[in-house]
């Protein structure tokens, strides 16, 4: 019995460790074409919770919540009516199901919101460049 239970120990901690490294597979690479669509912002309700990335979210600072891209991934956010852009780092992730099923595709923290010019809208159309 004993031999057994051995077993099925290090066969669930290697299906962990393969699951965990699955998770970071399904992310697309740095060399992801090109996204266009809508961006939304968040600001005030957020700041200080922490982000999916494990760090506190500053509504200050030029960051991004994306569903897929990996943490720490560098976007170049073009905001396509005035040709603005702002480059974000993705800490987080979102936006949540509602809004990406309006075609949001990324979500601005308050200063690259603002940054870009569109507070007072809420959302602009944009396009996104993942930058090396």
């Given at each position: 019995m004993m031999p057994r239970r051995l077993v099925l120990a290090a066969l669930l901690l290697s299906g962990c460790a393969?699951?965990?490294g699955a998770d970071t597979d399904a992310f697309p690479s740095r060399e992801t074409r090109d996204e266009e669509g809508?961006?939304?912002?968040?600001g005030v309700k957020f700041q200080g919770r922490l982000t999916a990335s494990g760090i506190p979210f500053d509504r200050h600072t030029l960051v991004a919540a994306h569903p897929a891209l990996p943490f720490g991934t560098m976007v170049r956010?073009?905001?396509?009516s005035t040709g603005e852009t702002v480059d974000v780092e993705v800490v987080d992730r979102g936006p949540a199901a509602g809004p990406r099923a309006d075609g949001v595709i990324i979500d601005l923290s308050e200063a690259a919101a603002d940054?870009?010019?569109?507070l007072r809208a809420g959302r602009t159309r944009?396009?996104?460049?993942?930058?090396?």
């Open positions: 393969a699951a965990a809508l961006a939304s912002w968040y956010v073009h905001r396509l940054s870009l010019g569109f944009v396009r996104l460049e993942i930058l090396p």
